[in-house]
Nanobody, 123 residues
Framework: QVRLVESGGGLVQAGGSLRLSCASS????????MGWFRQAPGKEREFVAY????????YYTDSVKGRFTISRDNAKNTVYLQMNSLKPDDAAVYYC????????????????WGQGTQVTVSS
């Protein structure tokens, strides 16, 4: 059984920081890429960040470049999203996801998803 479990969400003031974690099980984690997505109320789920199997290749949506950092610890089967300089527009439920593919940023290219963790940013 594949499981992805996010944690680390919460309430922060604009300009603050949070670090999200996603713990995985049931997959050969270190062999595959992972992504972070988010979904705000009334909006479509959108891509946020990508990291390849080794952690040496990353990609971000334009709105978070320079503020968010995706990383992974394959020994712990965990992927992280460090979020700095948070803005109210960053408020959403954040999901981690698994993909068998390489260099894919489309929602449809991910096969397994976590339950999400809520990030709230006050102005």
């Amino acid at each position: 059984q594949v499981r992805l479990v996010e944690s680390g969400g919460g309430l922060v003031q604009a300009g603050g920081s949070l670090r999200l974690s996603c713990a995985s099980s049931g997959i050969t984690f270190s062999s595959y890429a992972m992504g972070w997505f988010r979904q705000a109320p009334g909006k479509e789920r959108e891509f946020v960040a990508y990291i390849n199997w080794s952690g040496r290749s990353t990609y971000y949506t334009d709105s978070v470049k320079g503020r968010f950092t995706i990383s992974r610890d394959n020994a712990k089967n965990t992927v992280y999203l460090q979020m700095n300089s948070l803005k109210p527009d960053d408020a959403a439920v954040y999901y981690c996801a698994f993909t068998y593919y390489t260099g894919r940023y489309n929602l449809k290219d991910y096969q397994y998803w976590g339950q999400g963790t809520q990030v709230t940013v006050s102005s």
